[in-house]
T-cell receptor
Framework: QQQVKQSPQSLIVQKGGISIINCAYE??????FPWYQQFPGKGPALLIA?????SEKKEGRFTISFNKSAKQFSLHIMDSQPGDSATYFC?????????????FGTGTQLKVEL | GAVVSQHPSWVICKSGTSVKIECRSL??????MFWYRQFPKQSLMLMAT?????????EQGVEKDKFLINHASLTLSTLTVTSAHPEDSSFYIC?????????????FGPGTRLTVT
């Protein structure tokens, strides 16, 4: 199975700080890279996504940085808030069989402290 | 928009029984839905791709006779765990594919917690 490596496994950030989560992939056929936020007992919710022809995408406090040559991408959460405390998954999508198929990273448990 | 629901949200069943989980797209039609399994503090693992009107495509290592998938309409896919055992206890999450502007997005349901005793 195609792998997406994610780090760190857990992260503690002070309120107002910057949370940074990193992911790396091997398969250059991946063509879409979404990030998901998951609260306990809930399904993942799409947060932000990027295509490999773009190096950065920003939506509000969330920014994805993408390095195609290094096959790495990261999520930056600016001005982190306690409400951002959740598990974050990066994913990579490959177009196969007429549609996309997602491979998820291992997840990062973020805790934002007051 | 793009709301996906699952029912039930949690279920407890006895070993050897079968349990059905429903996944519905509430405000859109989905020709393709996906079923994932998630163990505590772990990632989502794709189990199968459910296509309306045709057989599901299972990922390697997933027993198709144990995890029966039926996608009978454009808004409903069901996952039936047959002859459930304690090791089948997990969080099952479905997603529905939305195609818009040439892009394919997956929207996830809230998940179903299955506990087999």
């Amino acid at each position: 199975q195609q792998q997406v490596k994610q780090s760190p496994q857990s992260l503690i950030v002070q309120k107002g700080g910057i949370s940074i989560i990193n992911c790396a992939y091997e398969n250059t056929a991946f063509d879409y890279f979404p990030w998901y936020q998951q609260f306990p007992g809930k399904g993942p919710a799409l947060l932000i996504a990027i295509r490999p022809d773009v190096s950065e995408k920003k939506e509000g406090r969330f920014t994805i940085s993408f390095n195609k040559s290094a096959k790495q991408f990261s999520l930056h959460i600016m001005d982190s808030q306690p409400g951002d405390s959740a598990t974050y998954f990066c994913a990579a999508s490959i177009f196969i069989g007429g549609g996309n198929k997602l491979t998820f990273g291992t997840g990062t448990q973020l805790k934002v402290e007051l | 928009g793009a709301v996906v629901s699952q029912h039930p949200s949690w279920v407890i069943c006895k070993s050897g029984t079968s349990v059905k989980i429903e996944c519905r797209s509430l405000d859109f039609q989905a020709t393709t839905m996906f079923w994932y399994r998630q163990f505590p503090k772990q990632s989502l693992m794709l189990m199968a791709t459910s296509n309306e009107g045709s057989k599901a495509t299972y990922e390697q290592g997933v027993e198709k006779d144990k995890f029966l998938i039926n996608h009978a309409s454009l808004t409903l896919s069901t996952l039936t765990v047959t002859s459930a055992h304690p090791e089948d206890s997990s969080f099952y999450i479905c997603s529905a594919r939305v195609v818009a502007g040439g892009r394919h997005e997956q929207y996830f349901g809230p998940g179903t917690r299955l506990t087999v005793t």
